[in-house]
């Protein structure tokens, strides 16, 4: 089987794994601090704090800055479920701002027509690796006085117009889940420029603590530990490499793709790390069939978006937003992570029907 993800773990990862091991220190300590001073310089900004995954980064993000009870953030549906439940989490309600049907994006036209007086923040998703088109989405944050929480769980390395994504917005949110571009295994990072954000978040993660067993608000328990911040320090290291495969497997399908399948779109000024390959296909059912027959990992993701889940229309969402209703029936990504062989590749162009 080429599995649609296979992280890439070498020695050096087992090796600090080992050491940590062996040091005593299990939990969250100096390993955490050099993970989020590296991650910090290596996005561009003054602040990282690591969390223990990317949804409590999201989680702790969002109440960091401010949003509580009866605010509304400004999200897309075509996410994974997590962006928009760190809104339910704080009591908020999620608005669904409808997609660009190209880049799979947030629509900055969507958004403004999702603002009311109850609209605290936008939370942009740079989906499957391409950056949100962030100058629009910054312009209308600052006309109407909203917060930006970027979702960057799949964009570790993207740049928009020359920027690291999670430089950009307020804070931001990363992922180092196993499927991720790099991975911890579970684990996450807030990064910003805010000291307060960033010092909010050191406190939240940490039941509210003050100093040694003082407390003054109610927090959680969402650190991050030393056996992960190592792997992370390892994986932060490899990232570049890791994005280059997988720009050059992307660039080899489209090559060979085009015209067959719609291949991805990429934005003018931005950089995409390529976290899944997505397509867009009107056979879908069928060629998954044939892919999963010749043992491709293909998959969809995400085949109903948030306001169509179950959890969701419980909670009496019917919205209407057809791109992304459409677009999650066309959608199918396939593997282009860093571990593919030229076979592998070629394999995928060939079960597709490409000529090599
Ligand atoms: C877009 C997006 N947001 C948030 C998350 C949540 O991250 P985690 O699984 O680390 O909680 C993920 C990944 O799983 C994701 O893909």
Redesign the pocket.
Known sequence: MIPIASPSIGEEEIKVVKEVLSSGMLAQGEKVREFENNFANYIGTKYAVATS??????HLALLSLGIGPKDEVITTPF??I??AN?ILFCGAKPIFADIDPKTFNISPEEIKKKITSKTKAIIP?H?YGQPAEMDEIMGIAEENGLKVLE?S??AHGAEYKGKKVGSIGDCS?F???A??NMVTG???MVTTNNKKIAEKIKKLRDHGRTKNYEHDELGFNLRMTDIQAAIGIEQLRKLDEFNKKRRKNAEFLTKNLDGLVKTPFISKGVKHVFHQYTIKTKNRNKLLKKLHKNKIGAKVYYSKPIHKQPLYKKMGYNDNLPVSETISKKVLSLPVHPKLKKHDLEKIVKTIGGQL
């Open positions: 995954s990317g949804t409590s980064a999201l996410s994974f997590s962006t760190s998703v989906l979702d769980a799949q949110a992922s180092f889940y499927t991720k579970e684990g996450g």
